[in-house]
């Protein structure tokens, strides 16, 4: 089968169409190109990053929320979570969502990668992958045998403390959970404050750190504001696709190979447009069914926060920001220094902690703010409070998107069934408790002046419960959606190669087979940073196509 050659206009050939210039596209757009006769085209649905607030870590809760950045989606209405539907943040503009993430740089346990491999996919052993992590990494503290000292993706420790993000570590310390300076070291368990994804006070996005040193190659084309509508197939081959920019619907032919680099809810959502699904939703969405695959859009698997907030006895950053002197001095502060709350990214302190003693390790992540505000992103509280959130670094709950229309422009049914599981249940609930329990300790207990959230009034473990049901919301790490693997919902192989369809990779956070125990902005990056050497090492110039074209 040959899809009809559309009567729009003709972008010409490249080597490597990409999909997204996200996380992981900015990564694949850098190293591809890095031949020049390589010829890469990435699209990007979103602007330039021209937004100020992006590059200022505090602008984090500026661009979060915001059509100007944000894709702005919501789920459908979750049983796990009492019906309720959650803003689903992901970035729309030059960096994807390295562009409005919360910055924390975090890789996830050894033992996620290990049992990657173990589920079949070859390669992504920690052993693997750690070399991708070290030529990702420019960490202001230097190489070593974990991290890398020369990469494009500078990480830096946070430049501003506060007394009772300080009293998180001591507490936790005091209750036996170590101290922490490197959770992507030789251990993650403990406490300690988060580093960065940024440079000398600024936000280091993927598009910072990939595409900004390499935007002059005559052998790169960057298209901003110009959203894939679906792939041509021939046969039972990608052989290009049809977007959507300001000179209207284009048509651009790919030599080599498609790669998919549109987000774990858009790079499925682009392929379900395309007839490649699941078959029977695809009919009933009204879309021809190219390819039958399964996978497509399952196995979604999310962190779920459930925030404790405190009353505090000491002023917070809450009192800072709202009063108008202070919050000149903040600003003066970061422009003077680059320094101070505005470098802080989206939490200050992380702890990773096992919630029950049996556990070979941590199964919960904490994110300690010393602030606090009626959901993520939204304006601070007017009295002194701070925030504790948990979330369940592997929770068991899987969860499905469905694209529901031919229109490209109809964003897919969000279906994450959050908390569908007893151990999911019961790890939420015990990871309440071990807050509360940090809480009552010193020296973190003197500054608590009550429960704000849930409230003292809650007390079961069905009414903890309860209250995650109606409160907890997304911590934004969605993933899984194409995952890699061999079984019958394996949606590419280990090579990224989509099972059944020729030149057709996906290389995003979708591609995870299990979501990793922590934050997924630098794994995503290590596997676009792995993908690029794959593809590279799999090149062969098409027949009959002259490569210099
Ligand atoms: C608010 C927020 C806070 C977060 N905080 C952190 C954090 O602190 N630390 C951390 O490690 N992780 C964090 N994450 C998660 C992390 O940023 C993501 O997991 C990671 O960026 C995903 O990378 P990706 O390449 O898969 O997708 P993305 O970075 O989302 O990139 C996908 C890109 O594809 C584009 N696109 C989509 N569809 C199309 C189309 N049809 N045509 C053209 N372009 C398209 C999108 O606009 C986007 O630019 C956060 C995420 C969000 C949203």
Redesign the pocket.
Same mark, same amino acid.
Do not use: F, K
């Given at each position: 089968m040959t899809d009809q050659m559309p009567a729009i206009g003709d972008d010409g050939v490249f080597d490597y169409i990409i999909? %997204? !210039?996200? *996380?992981?596209?900015c990564v694949l757009a850098n190293r591809l190109s890095a031949d020049p006769a390589i010829r890469v085209l990435l699209?990007?649905? %979103?602007p330039p990053d021209r937004y100020p607030w992006i590059h200022i870590p505090v602008g984090?809760f500026k661009t979060?929320h915001n059509p100007r950045t944000d894709?702005c989606l919501k789920t459908e209405p979750d049983p796990g979570l009492g019906g309720r539907r959650l803003a689903w943040? =992901?970035? =729309?503009?030059l %960096?994807? *969502? *390295?562009s $409005? +993430? %919360?910055?924390?740089? $975090?890789r996830g346990q050894s033992a996620d990668y290990d049992q990657w491999r173990q589920l079949g996919c070859e390669g992504w052993s920690y052993a693997d992958v750690l070399p991708y992590f070290r030529r990702a990494e420019h960490n202001e503290r230097g190489e070593d045998a974990f991290h890398g000292g020369d990469g494009p993706l500078y990480v830096s420790d946070m430049r501003v403390r506060r007394d009772v993000s300080d009293a998180f570590i001591d507490a936790a310390a005091a209750i036996g959970i170590p101290r922490n300076s490197d959770f992507n070291g030789a251990q993650q368990e403990g406490a300690g404050y988060f580093q960065l994804t940024a440079r000398n006070g600024r936000r280091c996005s993927?598009a910072v750190a990939y595409l900004n040193p390499v935007r002059h190659r005559r052998n790169l084309v960057i298209v901003t504001g110009?959203?894939?509508e679906r792939l041509v197939m021939t046969d039972r081959r990608a052989t290009g696709l049809i977007?959507r920019g300001a000179n209207g619907r284009r048509y651009a032919q790919a030599r080599s190979e498609i790669l998919l680099?549109?987000?774990?809810v /858009?790079s499925p959502h682009?392929l379900m447009l395309s007839g490649i699904g699941p078959g029977a939703r695809l009919t009933k969405a009204g879309i021809g069914v190219c390819h039958d695959l399964p996978g497509v859009g399952e196995n979604l698997q999310d962190h779920l926060q459930a925030r404790l907030v405190y009353a505090s006895t000491r002023p917070t950053l809450n009192d800072e920001v709202n009063n108008p002197l202070l919050k000149i001095k903040i600003g003066l502060e970061y422009l003077l220094f680059r320094r101070g709350p505005m470098t802080m990214?989206?939490s200050q302190v992380c702890i990773f902690a096992r919630s029950a003693p049996g556990l070979d390790l941590p199964d919960i992540q904490f994110h300690i703010q010393p602030l606090s505000s009626d959901s993520p992103g939204e304006g601070l509280h007017h009295y002194s409070a701070f925030t504790a959130s948990v979330c369940q670094l592997r929770p068991e709950s899987r969860g499905h998107l469905e694209t529901t229309s031919p229109d490209?422009f109809t964003n897919p049914a969000i279906h994450p069934n959050y908390l569908a599981t007893e151990t999911d249940c019961a790890t939420m609930i015990a990871g309440m408790r071990l807050g509360r329990r940090l809480a009552a300790t010193p020296p973190l207990a003197g500054f608590v002046k009550g429960e704000l959230s849930p409230g003292p009034e809650i007390v079961s473990d069905d009414e903890l419960l309860d209250a995650a049901r109606r409160t907890a919301t997304t911590i934004? /790490?969605p993933v899984g959606t194409c995952k890699m693997g061999h079984d019958d919902l394996a949606v590419t192989d280990p090579r990224l190669r989509v099972h059944g369809v020729a030149g057709l990779r996906v290389v995003?956070? *979708?591609v995870m087979p299990t979501l990793v125990s922590g +934050?997924?902005? !630098?794994p995503?990056i290590m596997i676009a940073e792995k993908a690029a050497d794959m593809i590279l090492a799999d090149r062969r110039p098409a027949a009959g196509l002259d490569p210099r074209q």
């Open positions: 999909v %997204g !210039a996200g *996380s992981a596209g699209l990007e649905a %979103g984090y979060m894709w943040p =992901r970035g =729309r503009v %960096g994807g *969502s *390295s $409005i +993430n %919360g910055l924390l740089y $975090i993927a110009a959203q894939a977007y680099a549109a987000g774990a /858009h682009l990214g989206a490209p934004y /790490h995003d956070a *979708s +934050n997924t902005n !630098a995503t």
